[in-house]
């Protein structure tokens, strides 16, 4: 077996709480999210036959809620993920009418989505994802370009990490922490070196060299006290894969983790976490 087969054949690990994890963190993601790109695909899609929105990564659907009311005219969409379980939650909780009130219907497949290739995409009018490319590789974004490219539609691939993070009020481990978090984003996991805050920059030059036209805008969750409950599991998050990665920081951050808890609990802490949306579009 190749190293390339071996990371192909490697599945994208998540947690075993995703599910709540993402309910959690929807209304920001919603908040987040670049509006103007939504409009440069609404004026992409045409015709009066269904047509197709391939979602890679779907989650618990959240992409789709947000997305399909936005978008006119009759919509069949594809969601892919590797779960069957948040398929099933995916699909239950999808909208049943686009914006001007034409029907949108709703099909799952479960399975390895780095595989994807342009024969899985053809006929589509749009391929999203939301959250994803920071947990690939470049061998497999540059993959997912290709099949991309090779299908001739636009896609829209939203919350990508950048790597930078502000707290508020400010400490002098934050940047430290920060650090090491972003070095656990970019480690290497069986065969897999993910990629990280560097994903949306290498997606961004992989779809310009397949000739498309990429637009990108900022995308922060900007957290306050109305999001006390995201800010204590992303800080909780945040600082345990810090000290993955670098073990000598439990001890370091024992009482600046309790000080930034008590924070977030309290609703004092303010949270920036920075991301990027891109979207190609077909010259």
Request: aromatic share 4%; hydrophobic share 45%; charged share 20%.
């Amino acid at each position: 077996m190749t190293e390339q087969q071996a990371v192909q054949d490697a599945p994208i690990e998540l947690p075993p709480d995703f599910a709540q994890w993402l309910a959690l963190r929807e209304p920001a993601d919603v908040a987040a999210r670049a509006t103007d790109l939504v409009d440069t695909v609404r004026g992409t899609l045409t015709g009066g036959t269904p047509y197709v929105v391939h979602d890679l990564g779907a989650g618990t659907g959240s992409l789709g809620r947000w997305l399909a009311p936005l978008l006119p005219g009759p919509q069949h969409w594809v969601l892919h993920d590797q779960d069957p379980d948040l398929l099933a939650r995916a699909r239950a909780g999808m909208p049943t009418v686009a914006a001007d009130g034409t029907p949108v219907t709703v099909q799952t497949r479960s399975g390895d989505l780095t595989r994807l290739d342009a024969t899985d995409l053809a006929g589509a009018a749009l391929v999203t994802a939301s959250a994803l490319l920071d947990m690939l590789t470049a061998a497999e974004i540059e993959r997912l370009v290709a099949a991309c490219a090779g299908a001739g539609c636009p896609a829209l691939f939203l919350i990508s990490v950048t790597g930078t993070v502000r707290l508020t009020p400010a400490d002098p481990l934050d940047a430290e922490i920060a650090d090491a978090f972003n070095a656990h984003q970019r480690r290497t996991v069986g065969v897999r070196r993910l990629l990280g805050p560097d994903a949306v920059d290498a997606c961004a030059a992989a779809f310009t060299r397949h000739g498309m036209t990429v637009r990108t805008r900022p995308s922060p969750w900007r957290l306050g006290p109305e999001q006390a409950a995201l800010t204590g599991q992303w800080f909780t998050g945040w600082l345990d894969a810090a000290c993955e990665q670098r073990p000598e920081l439990v001890d370091l951050t024992r009482e600046y983790a309790r000080r930034r808890r008590n924070e977030a609990n309290a609703g004092r802490l303010g949270v920036m976490v920075d991301h990027t949306d891109l979207l190609a579009v077909p010259r």
